[in-house]
Antibody, heavy 122, light 110 residues
Framework: QVQLVESGGGVVQPGRSLRLSCAASGFTFSTYGMHWVRQAPGKGLEWVGVISYDESNKYYADSVKGRFTISRDNSKDTLYLQMNSLRAEDTAVYYC???????????????WGQGTLVTVSS | QSVLTQSPSASATPGQRVTISCSGSSSNIGSNYVYWYQQLPGTAPKLLIYTNNQRPSGVPDRFSGSKSGTSASLAISGLRSEDEADYYCAAWDDSLSGWVFGGGTKVTVL
């Protein structure tokens, strides 16, 4: 079955960088678009960004554009989120999620990982 | 402030029906499919409804979705205690070129 396992979360100071990883299994990773979605403590879901199966298309939320970068390594079935210039308001649980189907330009969100907590604090 | 608008809470007694609404605009719900996600306490979200009204395998038929114009709704019939959770609507937004979520509706089983 589909499994998504995030890692790399932790406590980081404001202004510093952190890279999250998401290891995928149970499906053909190289054919699916992948998302990052975050949830601040006690708050709702906020979409962060999406990457197409071949990295040809990437879209980001305005709140992270220019600071966060999504990439993937299809040879390792792994998704990444590089987060730079971190702010206190980036504190959240970060989930990776796979698109429900392939071959779509709107990347519908299907299965989710369990999330990894990022805390930005001095 | 979420792009999609949901009422923050809803409640009903076991066996009753509860309906959650989600309001958007022409650039999101009005021109794209709506998805619903269920988040049980302390867990990751789970896909509940896709393409407005379709249920993934394993989701009980007590859950149903609909869409009309720039609004959508999720109905839970025969409410059970295990349905107590947060529910989020979502859609692709053509103007933003990204996904937008509702603020979430907390369903309480009285």
């Amino acid at each position: 079955q589909v499994q998504l396992v995030e890692s790399g979360g932790g406590v980081v100071q404001p202004g510093r960088s952190l890279r999250l990883s998401c290891a995928a299994s149970g499906f053909t990773f190289s054919t699916y678009g992948m998302h990052w979605v975050r949830q601040a403590p006690g708050k709702g879901l906020e979409w962060v960004g999406v990457i197409s199966y071949d990295e040809s298309n990437k879209y980001y939320a305005d709140s992270v554009k220019g600071r966060f970068t999504i990439s993937r390594d299809n040879s390792k079935d792994t998704l990444y989120l590089q987060m730079n210039s971190l702010r206190a308001e980036d504190t959240a649980v970060y989930y990776c999620a796979k698109t429900r189907i392939t071959g779509t330009s709107t990347f519908p969100i299907g299965g989710w990982g369990q999330g990894t907590l990022v805390t930005v604090s001095s | 402030q979420s792009v999609l608008t949901q009422s923050p809470s809803a409640s009903a007694t076991p066996g009753q029906r509860v309906t959650i609404s989600c309001s958007g605009s022409s650039s999101n719900i009005g021109s794209n499919y709506v998805y619903w996600y269920q988040q049980l306490p302390g867990t990751a979200p789970k896909l509940l409804i896709y393409t407005n009204n379709q249920r993934p395998s394993g989701v009980p038929d007590r859950f149903s979705g609909s869409k009309s114009g720039t609004s959508a709704s999720l109905a839970i019939s025969g409410l059970r205690s295990e349905d107590e959770a947060d529910y989020y609507c979502a859609a692709w937004d053509d103007s933003l070129s990204g996904w937008v979520f509702g603020g979430g509706t907390k369903v309480t089983v009285l």
